[in-house]
């Protein structure tokens, strides 16, 4: 890190900032089953599927249901990460406790009689689990909450459709273009009913510019309900394609020489007394609020590149000419920019973060959105405008060089996010690094045999 010692040590959310332990969670009586689901690093939700009583009993309120770590410690095939000393399959794979969070019970569509349930993750002493992305993400939120701000925030994802189990898009033709999403209209009339009864509030869907492609927008939320949408909606969207013989994937760059598949993160941030913090920017250019936070995300977008692009095909996607950002820029609604200003007065003003991938995990991303800010705000001096907006700084083009720039992070990622979350982190991309060299691909066979 660029610092050598902490200010501050990291601090982990209190139980206050959870839903109060014991809060009920009304199943209702017709439920067979509850899917209980948190989610891991690698982007998918993880759980059980439970006895309702087993999510309303006294001891699930209060303590949580038995799960084991193993599931933060697993690379995206489930193989075990065995440069972990102290998680996952080195340290006993030992257990995490899931707490419900009864807020987010809601009907799962595609299973009869079925609800779906997200929760946090508690050591077995009752301590909140460091490294669970969902607690990474309130405690990121807990640092704005001390400075009187709330973020909100919504995800716009990039969904590449194919037939089966083939590389054939689902469609061919021009992007916005109703001949275009008519030809998987099936797919899209259940994915909106999924939505429905998820409560993902999905607005837009679209065509994008590469066969196969769609846009899926939804509703701004509150920071943690927001990451909670993301991660449904991606369930939704694959259980949606199935019924209809597709196959829908958030890798970044499926198909070479094509579009890429981004996760554009819209966010505003709002203070105690409702009113939207970066509007001041509308009509004070030089305003220091949005300076704060444009620079904060900015001088931390090279490091936090390895959270927004965690894997070796997230870099595939950001190369030229794709509208995909590969410098640390900011500007007024420009599509070029890596941080897109849309200033919009009081009630629309925000951000647009662009350089994610469809293969972002969306809690952490959100978790690295909130540090970003809070850095920023917390600055001991930030640039004027103009030097601002002439920013331009090269980001990491490989999984390889984002691993180097986070091991160079600014102290105050650490701050929020925590120190064993930023180095759990990191060493599973480093394996990830690991396991694409030691690999030899069909490519390289067909160069050099």
């Not at 209190?14 to 948190?38: C, Q, R």
């Not at 004070?284 to 620079?295: C, I, K, L």
């Not at 991303?365 to 640039?383: C, D, F, K, N, Q």
Request: aromatic share 8%; hydrophobic share 40%.
């Amino acid at each position: 890190m660029s610092t050598q010692s902490l200010a501050t040590p990291p601090s982990l959310p209190t139980s206050g900032e959870f839903p109060a332990a014991g809060a009920a969670t009304d199943v209702p009586a017709d439920a067979h089953s509850v899917l209980l689901l948190f989610p891991d690093l690698n982007a998918n939700l993880r759980g059980k599927l439970v006895e309702p009583h087993l999510v309303t009993s006294k001891q699930a309120r209060t303590e949580g249901v038995p799960t084991t770590d193993l599931l933060l410690a697993v690379d995206p095939t489930d193989e075990p990460v065995t440069m972990l000393a102290d998680r996952g399959i080195n340290s006993g794979s030992k257990d995490l406790l899931l707490r419900p969070d009864p807020t987010t019970l809601r009907p799962l569509p595609w299973f009869p009689a079925a609800y779906l349930l997200l929760g946090d993750l508690f050591e077995a002493d009752g301590t909140p689990c460091a490294i669970s992305p969902r607690l990474v993400l309130r405690r990121a939120l807990s640092a704005l909450a001390d400075r009187g701000l709330t973020m909100r925030a919504a995800f716009e994802f990039e969904i590449r459709l194919f037939r089966g189990d083939s590389w054939e898009p689902a469609t061919k033709g021009l992007s916005y273009s109703p001949l275009t999403i008519s030809q998987v209209g099936d797919f899209i009339n259940t994915l909106r009913r999924y939505s429905a009864d998820l409560r993902l509030g999905i607005t837009v869907v679209h065509s994008e510019g590469a066969p196969g492609l769609i846009e899926v927008n939804v509703d701004p939320q509150d920071g943690l309900a927001a990451a909670d949408t993301a991660a449904v909606l991606r369930l939704a969207a694959i259980e949606a394609a199935r019924r209809h013989e597709l196959r829908a994937t958030f890798m970044a760059k499926p198909i070479a020489h094509e579009e890429g598949s981004s996760a554009h993160v819209h966010f505003s941030l709002w203070n105690d007394q409702g009113a939207n913090a970066l509007a001041g920017a509308c009509n004070d250019p030089d305003d220091e609020f949005y300076r704060r936070a444009a620079w904060g995300m900015l001088h931390n977008l090279p490091a936090l590149s390895l959270i927004y692009n965690p894997t070796i095909n997230s870099y595939k996607r950001l190369v030229p000419g794709y509208f995909a950002p590969v410098s640390a820029a900011c500007g007024v609604d420009g599509r070029s920019f890596a941080l897109r200003a849309l200033l919009r007065g009081a009630s629309s003003t925000r951000f647009e973060l662009r350089r994610p991938g469809a293969d972002c995990n969306p809690y952490l991303t959100l978790a690295a959105i909130a540090a970003s800010l809070h850095a920023g705000l917390t600055s001991e001096s930030v640039p004027d405008r103009a030097h601002l907006d002439a920013h331009d700084g090269p980001l990491p083009t490989s999984l390889e060089a984002a691993i180097n720039e986070f091991h160079n992070r600014d102290v105050a990622v650490d701050r929020v996010l925590g120190v064993e979350f930023c180095d759990h982190f990191l060493t599973t991309r480093e394996w990830e690094l690991h396991a694409w060299q030691n690999t030899v691909t069909e490519w390289e066979r067909q160069r050099y045999a």
